[in-house]
């Protein structure tokens, strides 16, 4: 089973940035979509952006430029840097991997922004 080990989050003024950052305890193939979710209190996880080997990454709307998914293969790992932070980001962010059909999760890592 893969474990997802994030790390990274915090407490940031608006405007500040934060890069979050995920592990994988098993290879993790490029073609294997990896990325980020996220979570506020009450509501849905939401998909924030995710990265798949040859294609273009994905983002939620509202986050498409200000935040930047990127991996490095070679370390099975994801990341996502976020920058221009607005108070509607906070959230539990949530890293994901789909292998084989599955998918696994990390253990959430809070981000909040202060208003």
């Known amino acids: 089973q893969v474990q997802l080990v994030e790390s990274g989050g915090g407490l940031v003024p608006a405007g500040g940035s934060l890069v979050l950052s995920c592990t994988a305890s098993?290879?993790?193939?490029?073609?294997?979509?990896m990325g980020w979710y996220r979570q506020i209190p009450g509501k849905q996880r939401e998909l924030v952006a995710r990265k798949r080997s040859g294609r273009d990454p994905d983002y939620k709307d509202s986050v498409m430029g200000r935040f930047t998914v990127s991996r490095d293969n070679a370390k099975n790992s994801v990341y996502l840097e976020m920058t221009r932070l607005k108070p509607e980001d906070t959230a539990v962010y949530y890293c994901?991997?789909?292998?084989?059909?599955?998918?696994?999760w990390g253990q959430g890592t809070q981000v909040t922004v202060g208003g």
């Open positions: 098993e290879t993790i193939f490029a073609s294997d979509p």
């Open positions: 994901y991997a789909r292998v084989g059909g599955m998918v696994y």
